[in-house]
């Protein structure tokens, strides 16, 4: 299992992001898959989580409304694209998957400041 994510980098507040993560490795249609992050100093936490044909999907309650998690089975990938950023969203953000164990990608940086 591989999980490669990109699109972070350095935004100003209310600004966008849009993060991939291309997965490969696994049959990527049939697992639901999640955005997490962690900030420097805390937790690991859930972002977003979408079922495996994208019907359902989930999110933290900080990020309900600016945040949205799709998929392109076609092409192996999920993503998160993140509207109206805010200064506390600024975090290491990576890519999971639950296939007999936690697959996780390397992560990548979002850092929302002026």
């Known amino acids: 299992v591989q999980l490669v994510e990109s699109g972070g980098g350095l935004v100003q507040p209310g600004g966008s992001l849009r993060l991939s993560c291309a997965a490969s490795?696994?049959?990527?249609?049939?697992?639901?898959m999640s955005w997490y992050r962690q900030a420097p100093g805390k937790e690991r936490e859930l972002v977003a989580r979408?079922?495996?044909?994208?019907?359902?999907?989930n999110y933290a309650d900080s990020v309900k409304g600016r945040f949205t998690i799709s998929r392109d089975n076609a092409k192996n990938t999920v993503y998160l694209q993140m509207n109206s950023l805010k200064p506390e969203d600024t975090a290491v953000y990576y890519c999971?998957?639950?296939?007999?164990?936690?697959?996780w990608g390397q992560g990548t940086q979002v850092t929302v400041s002026s």
């Open positions: 490795g696994f049959t990527f249609s049939s697992y639901a």
């Open positions: 999971h998957v639950r296939r007999s164990g936690d697959y």
């Open positions: 979408i079922t495996s044909a994208g019907g359902n999907r």
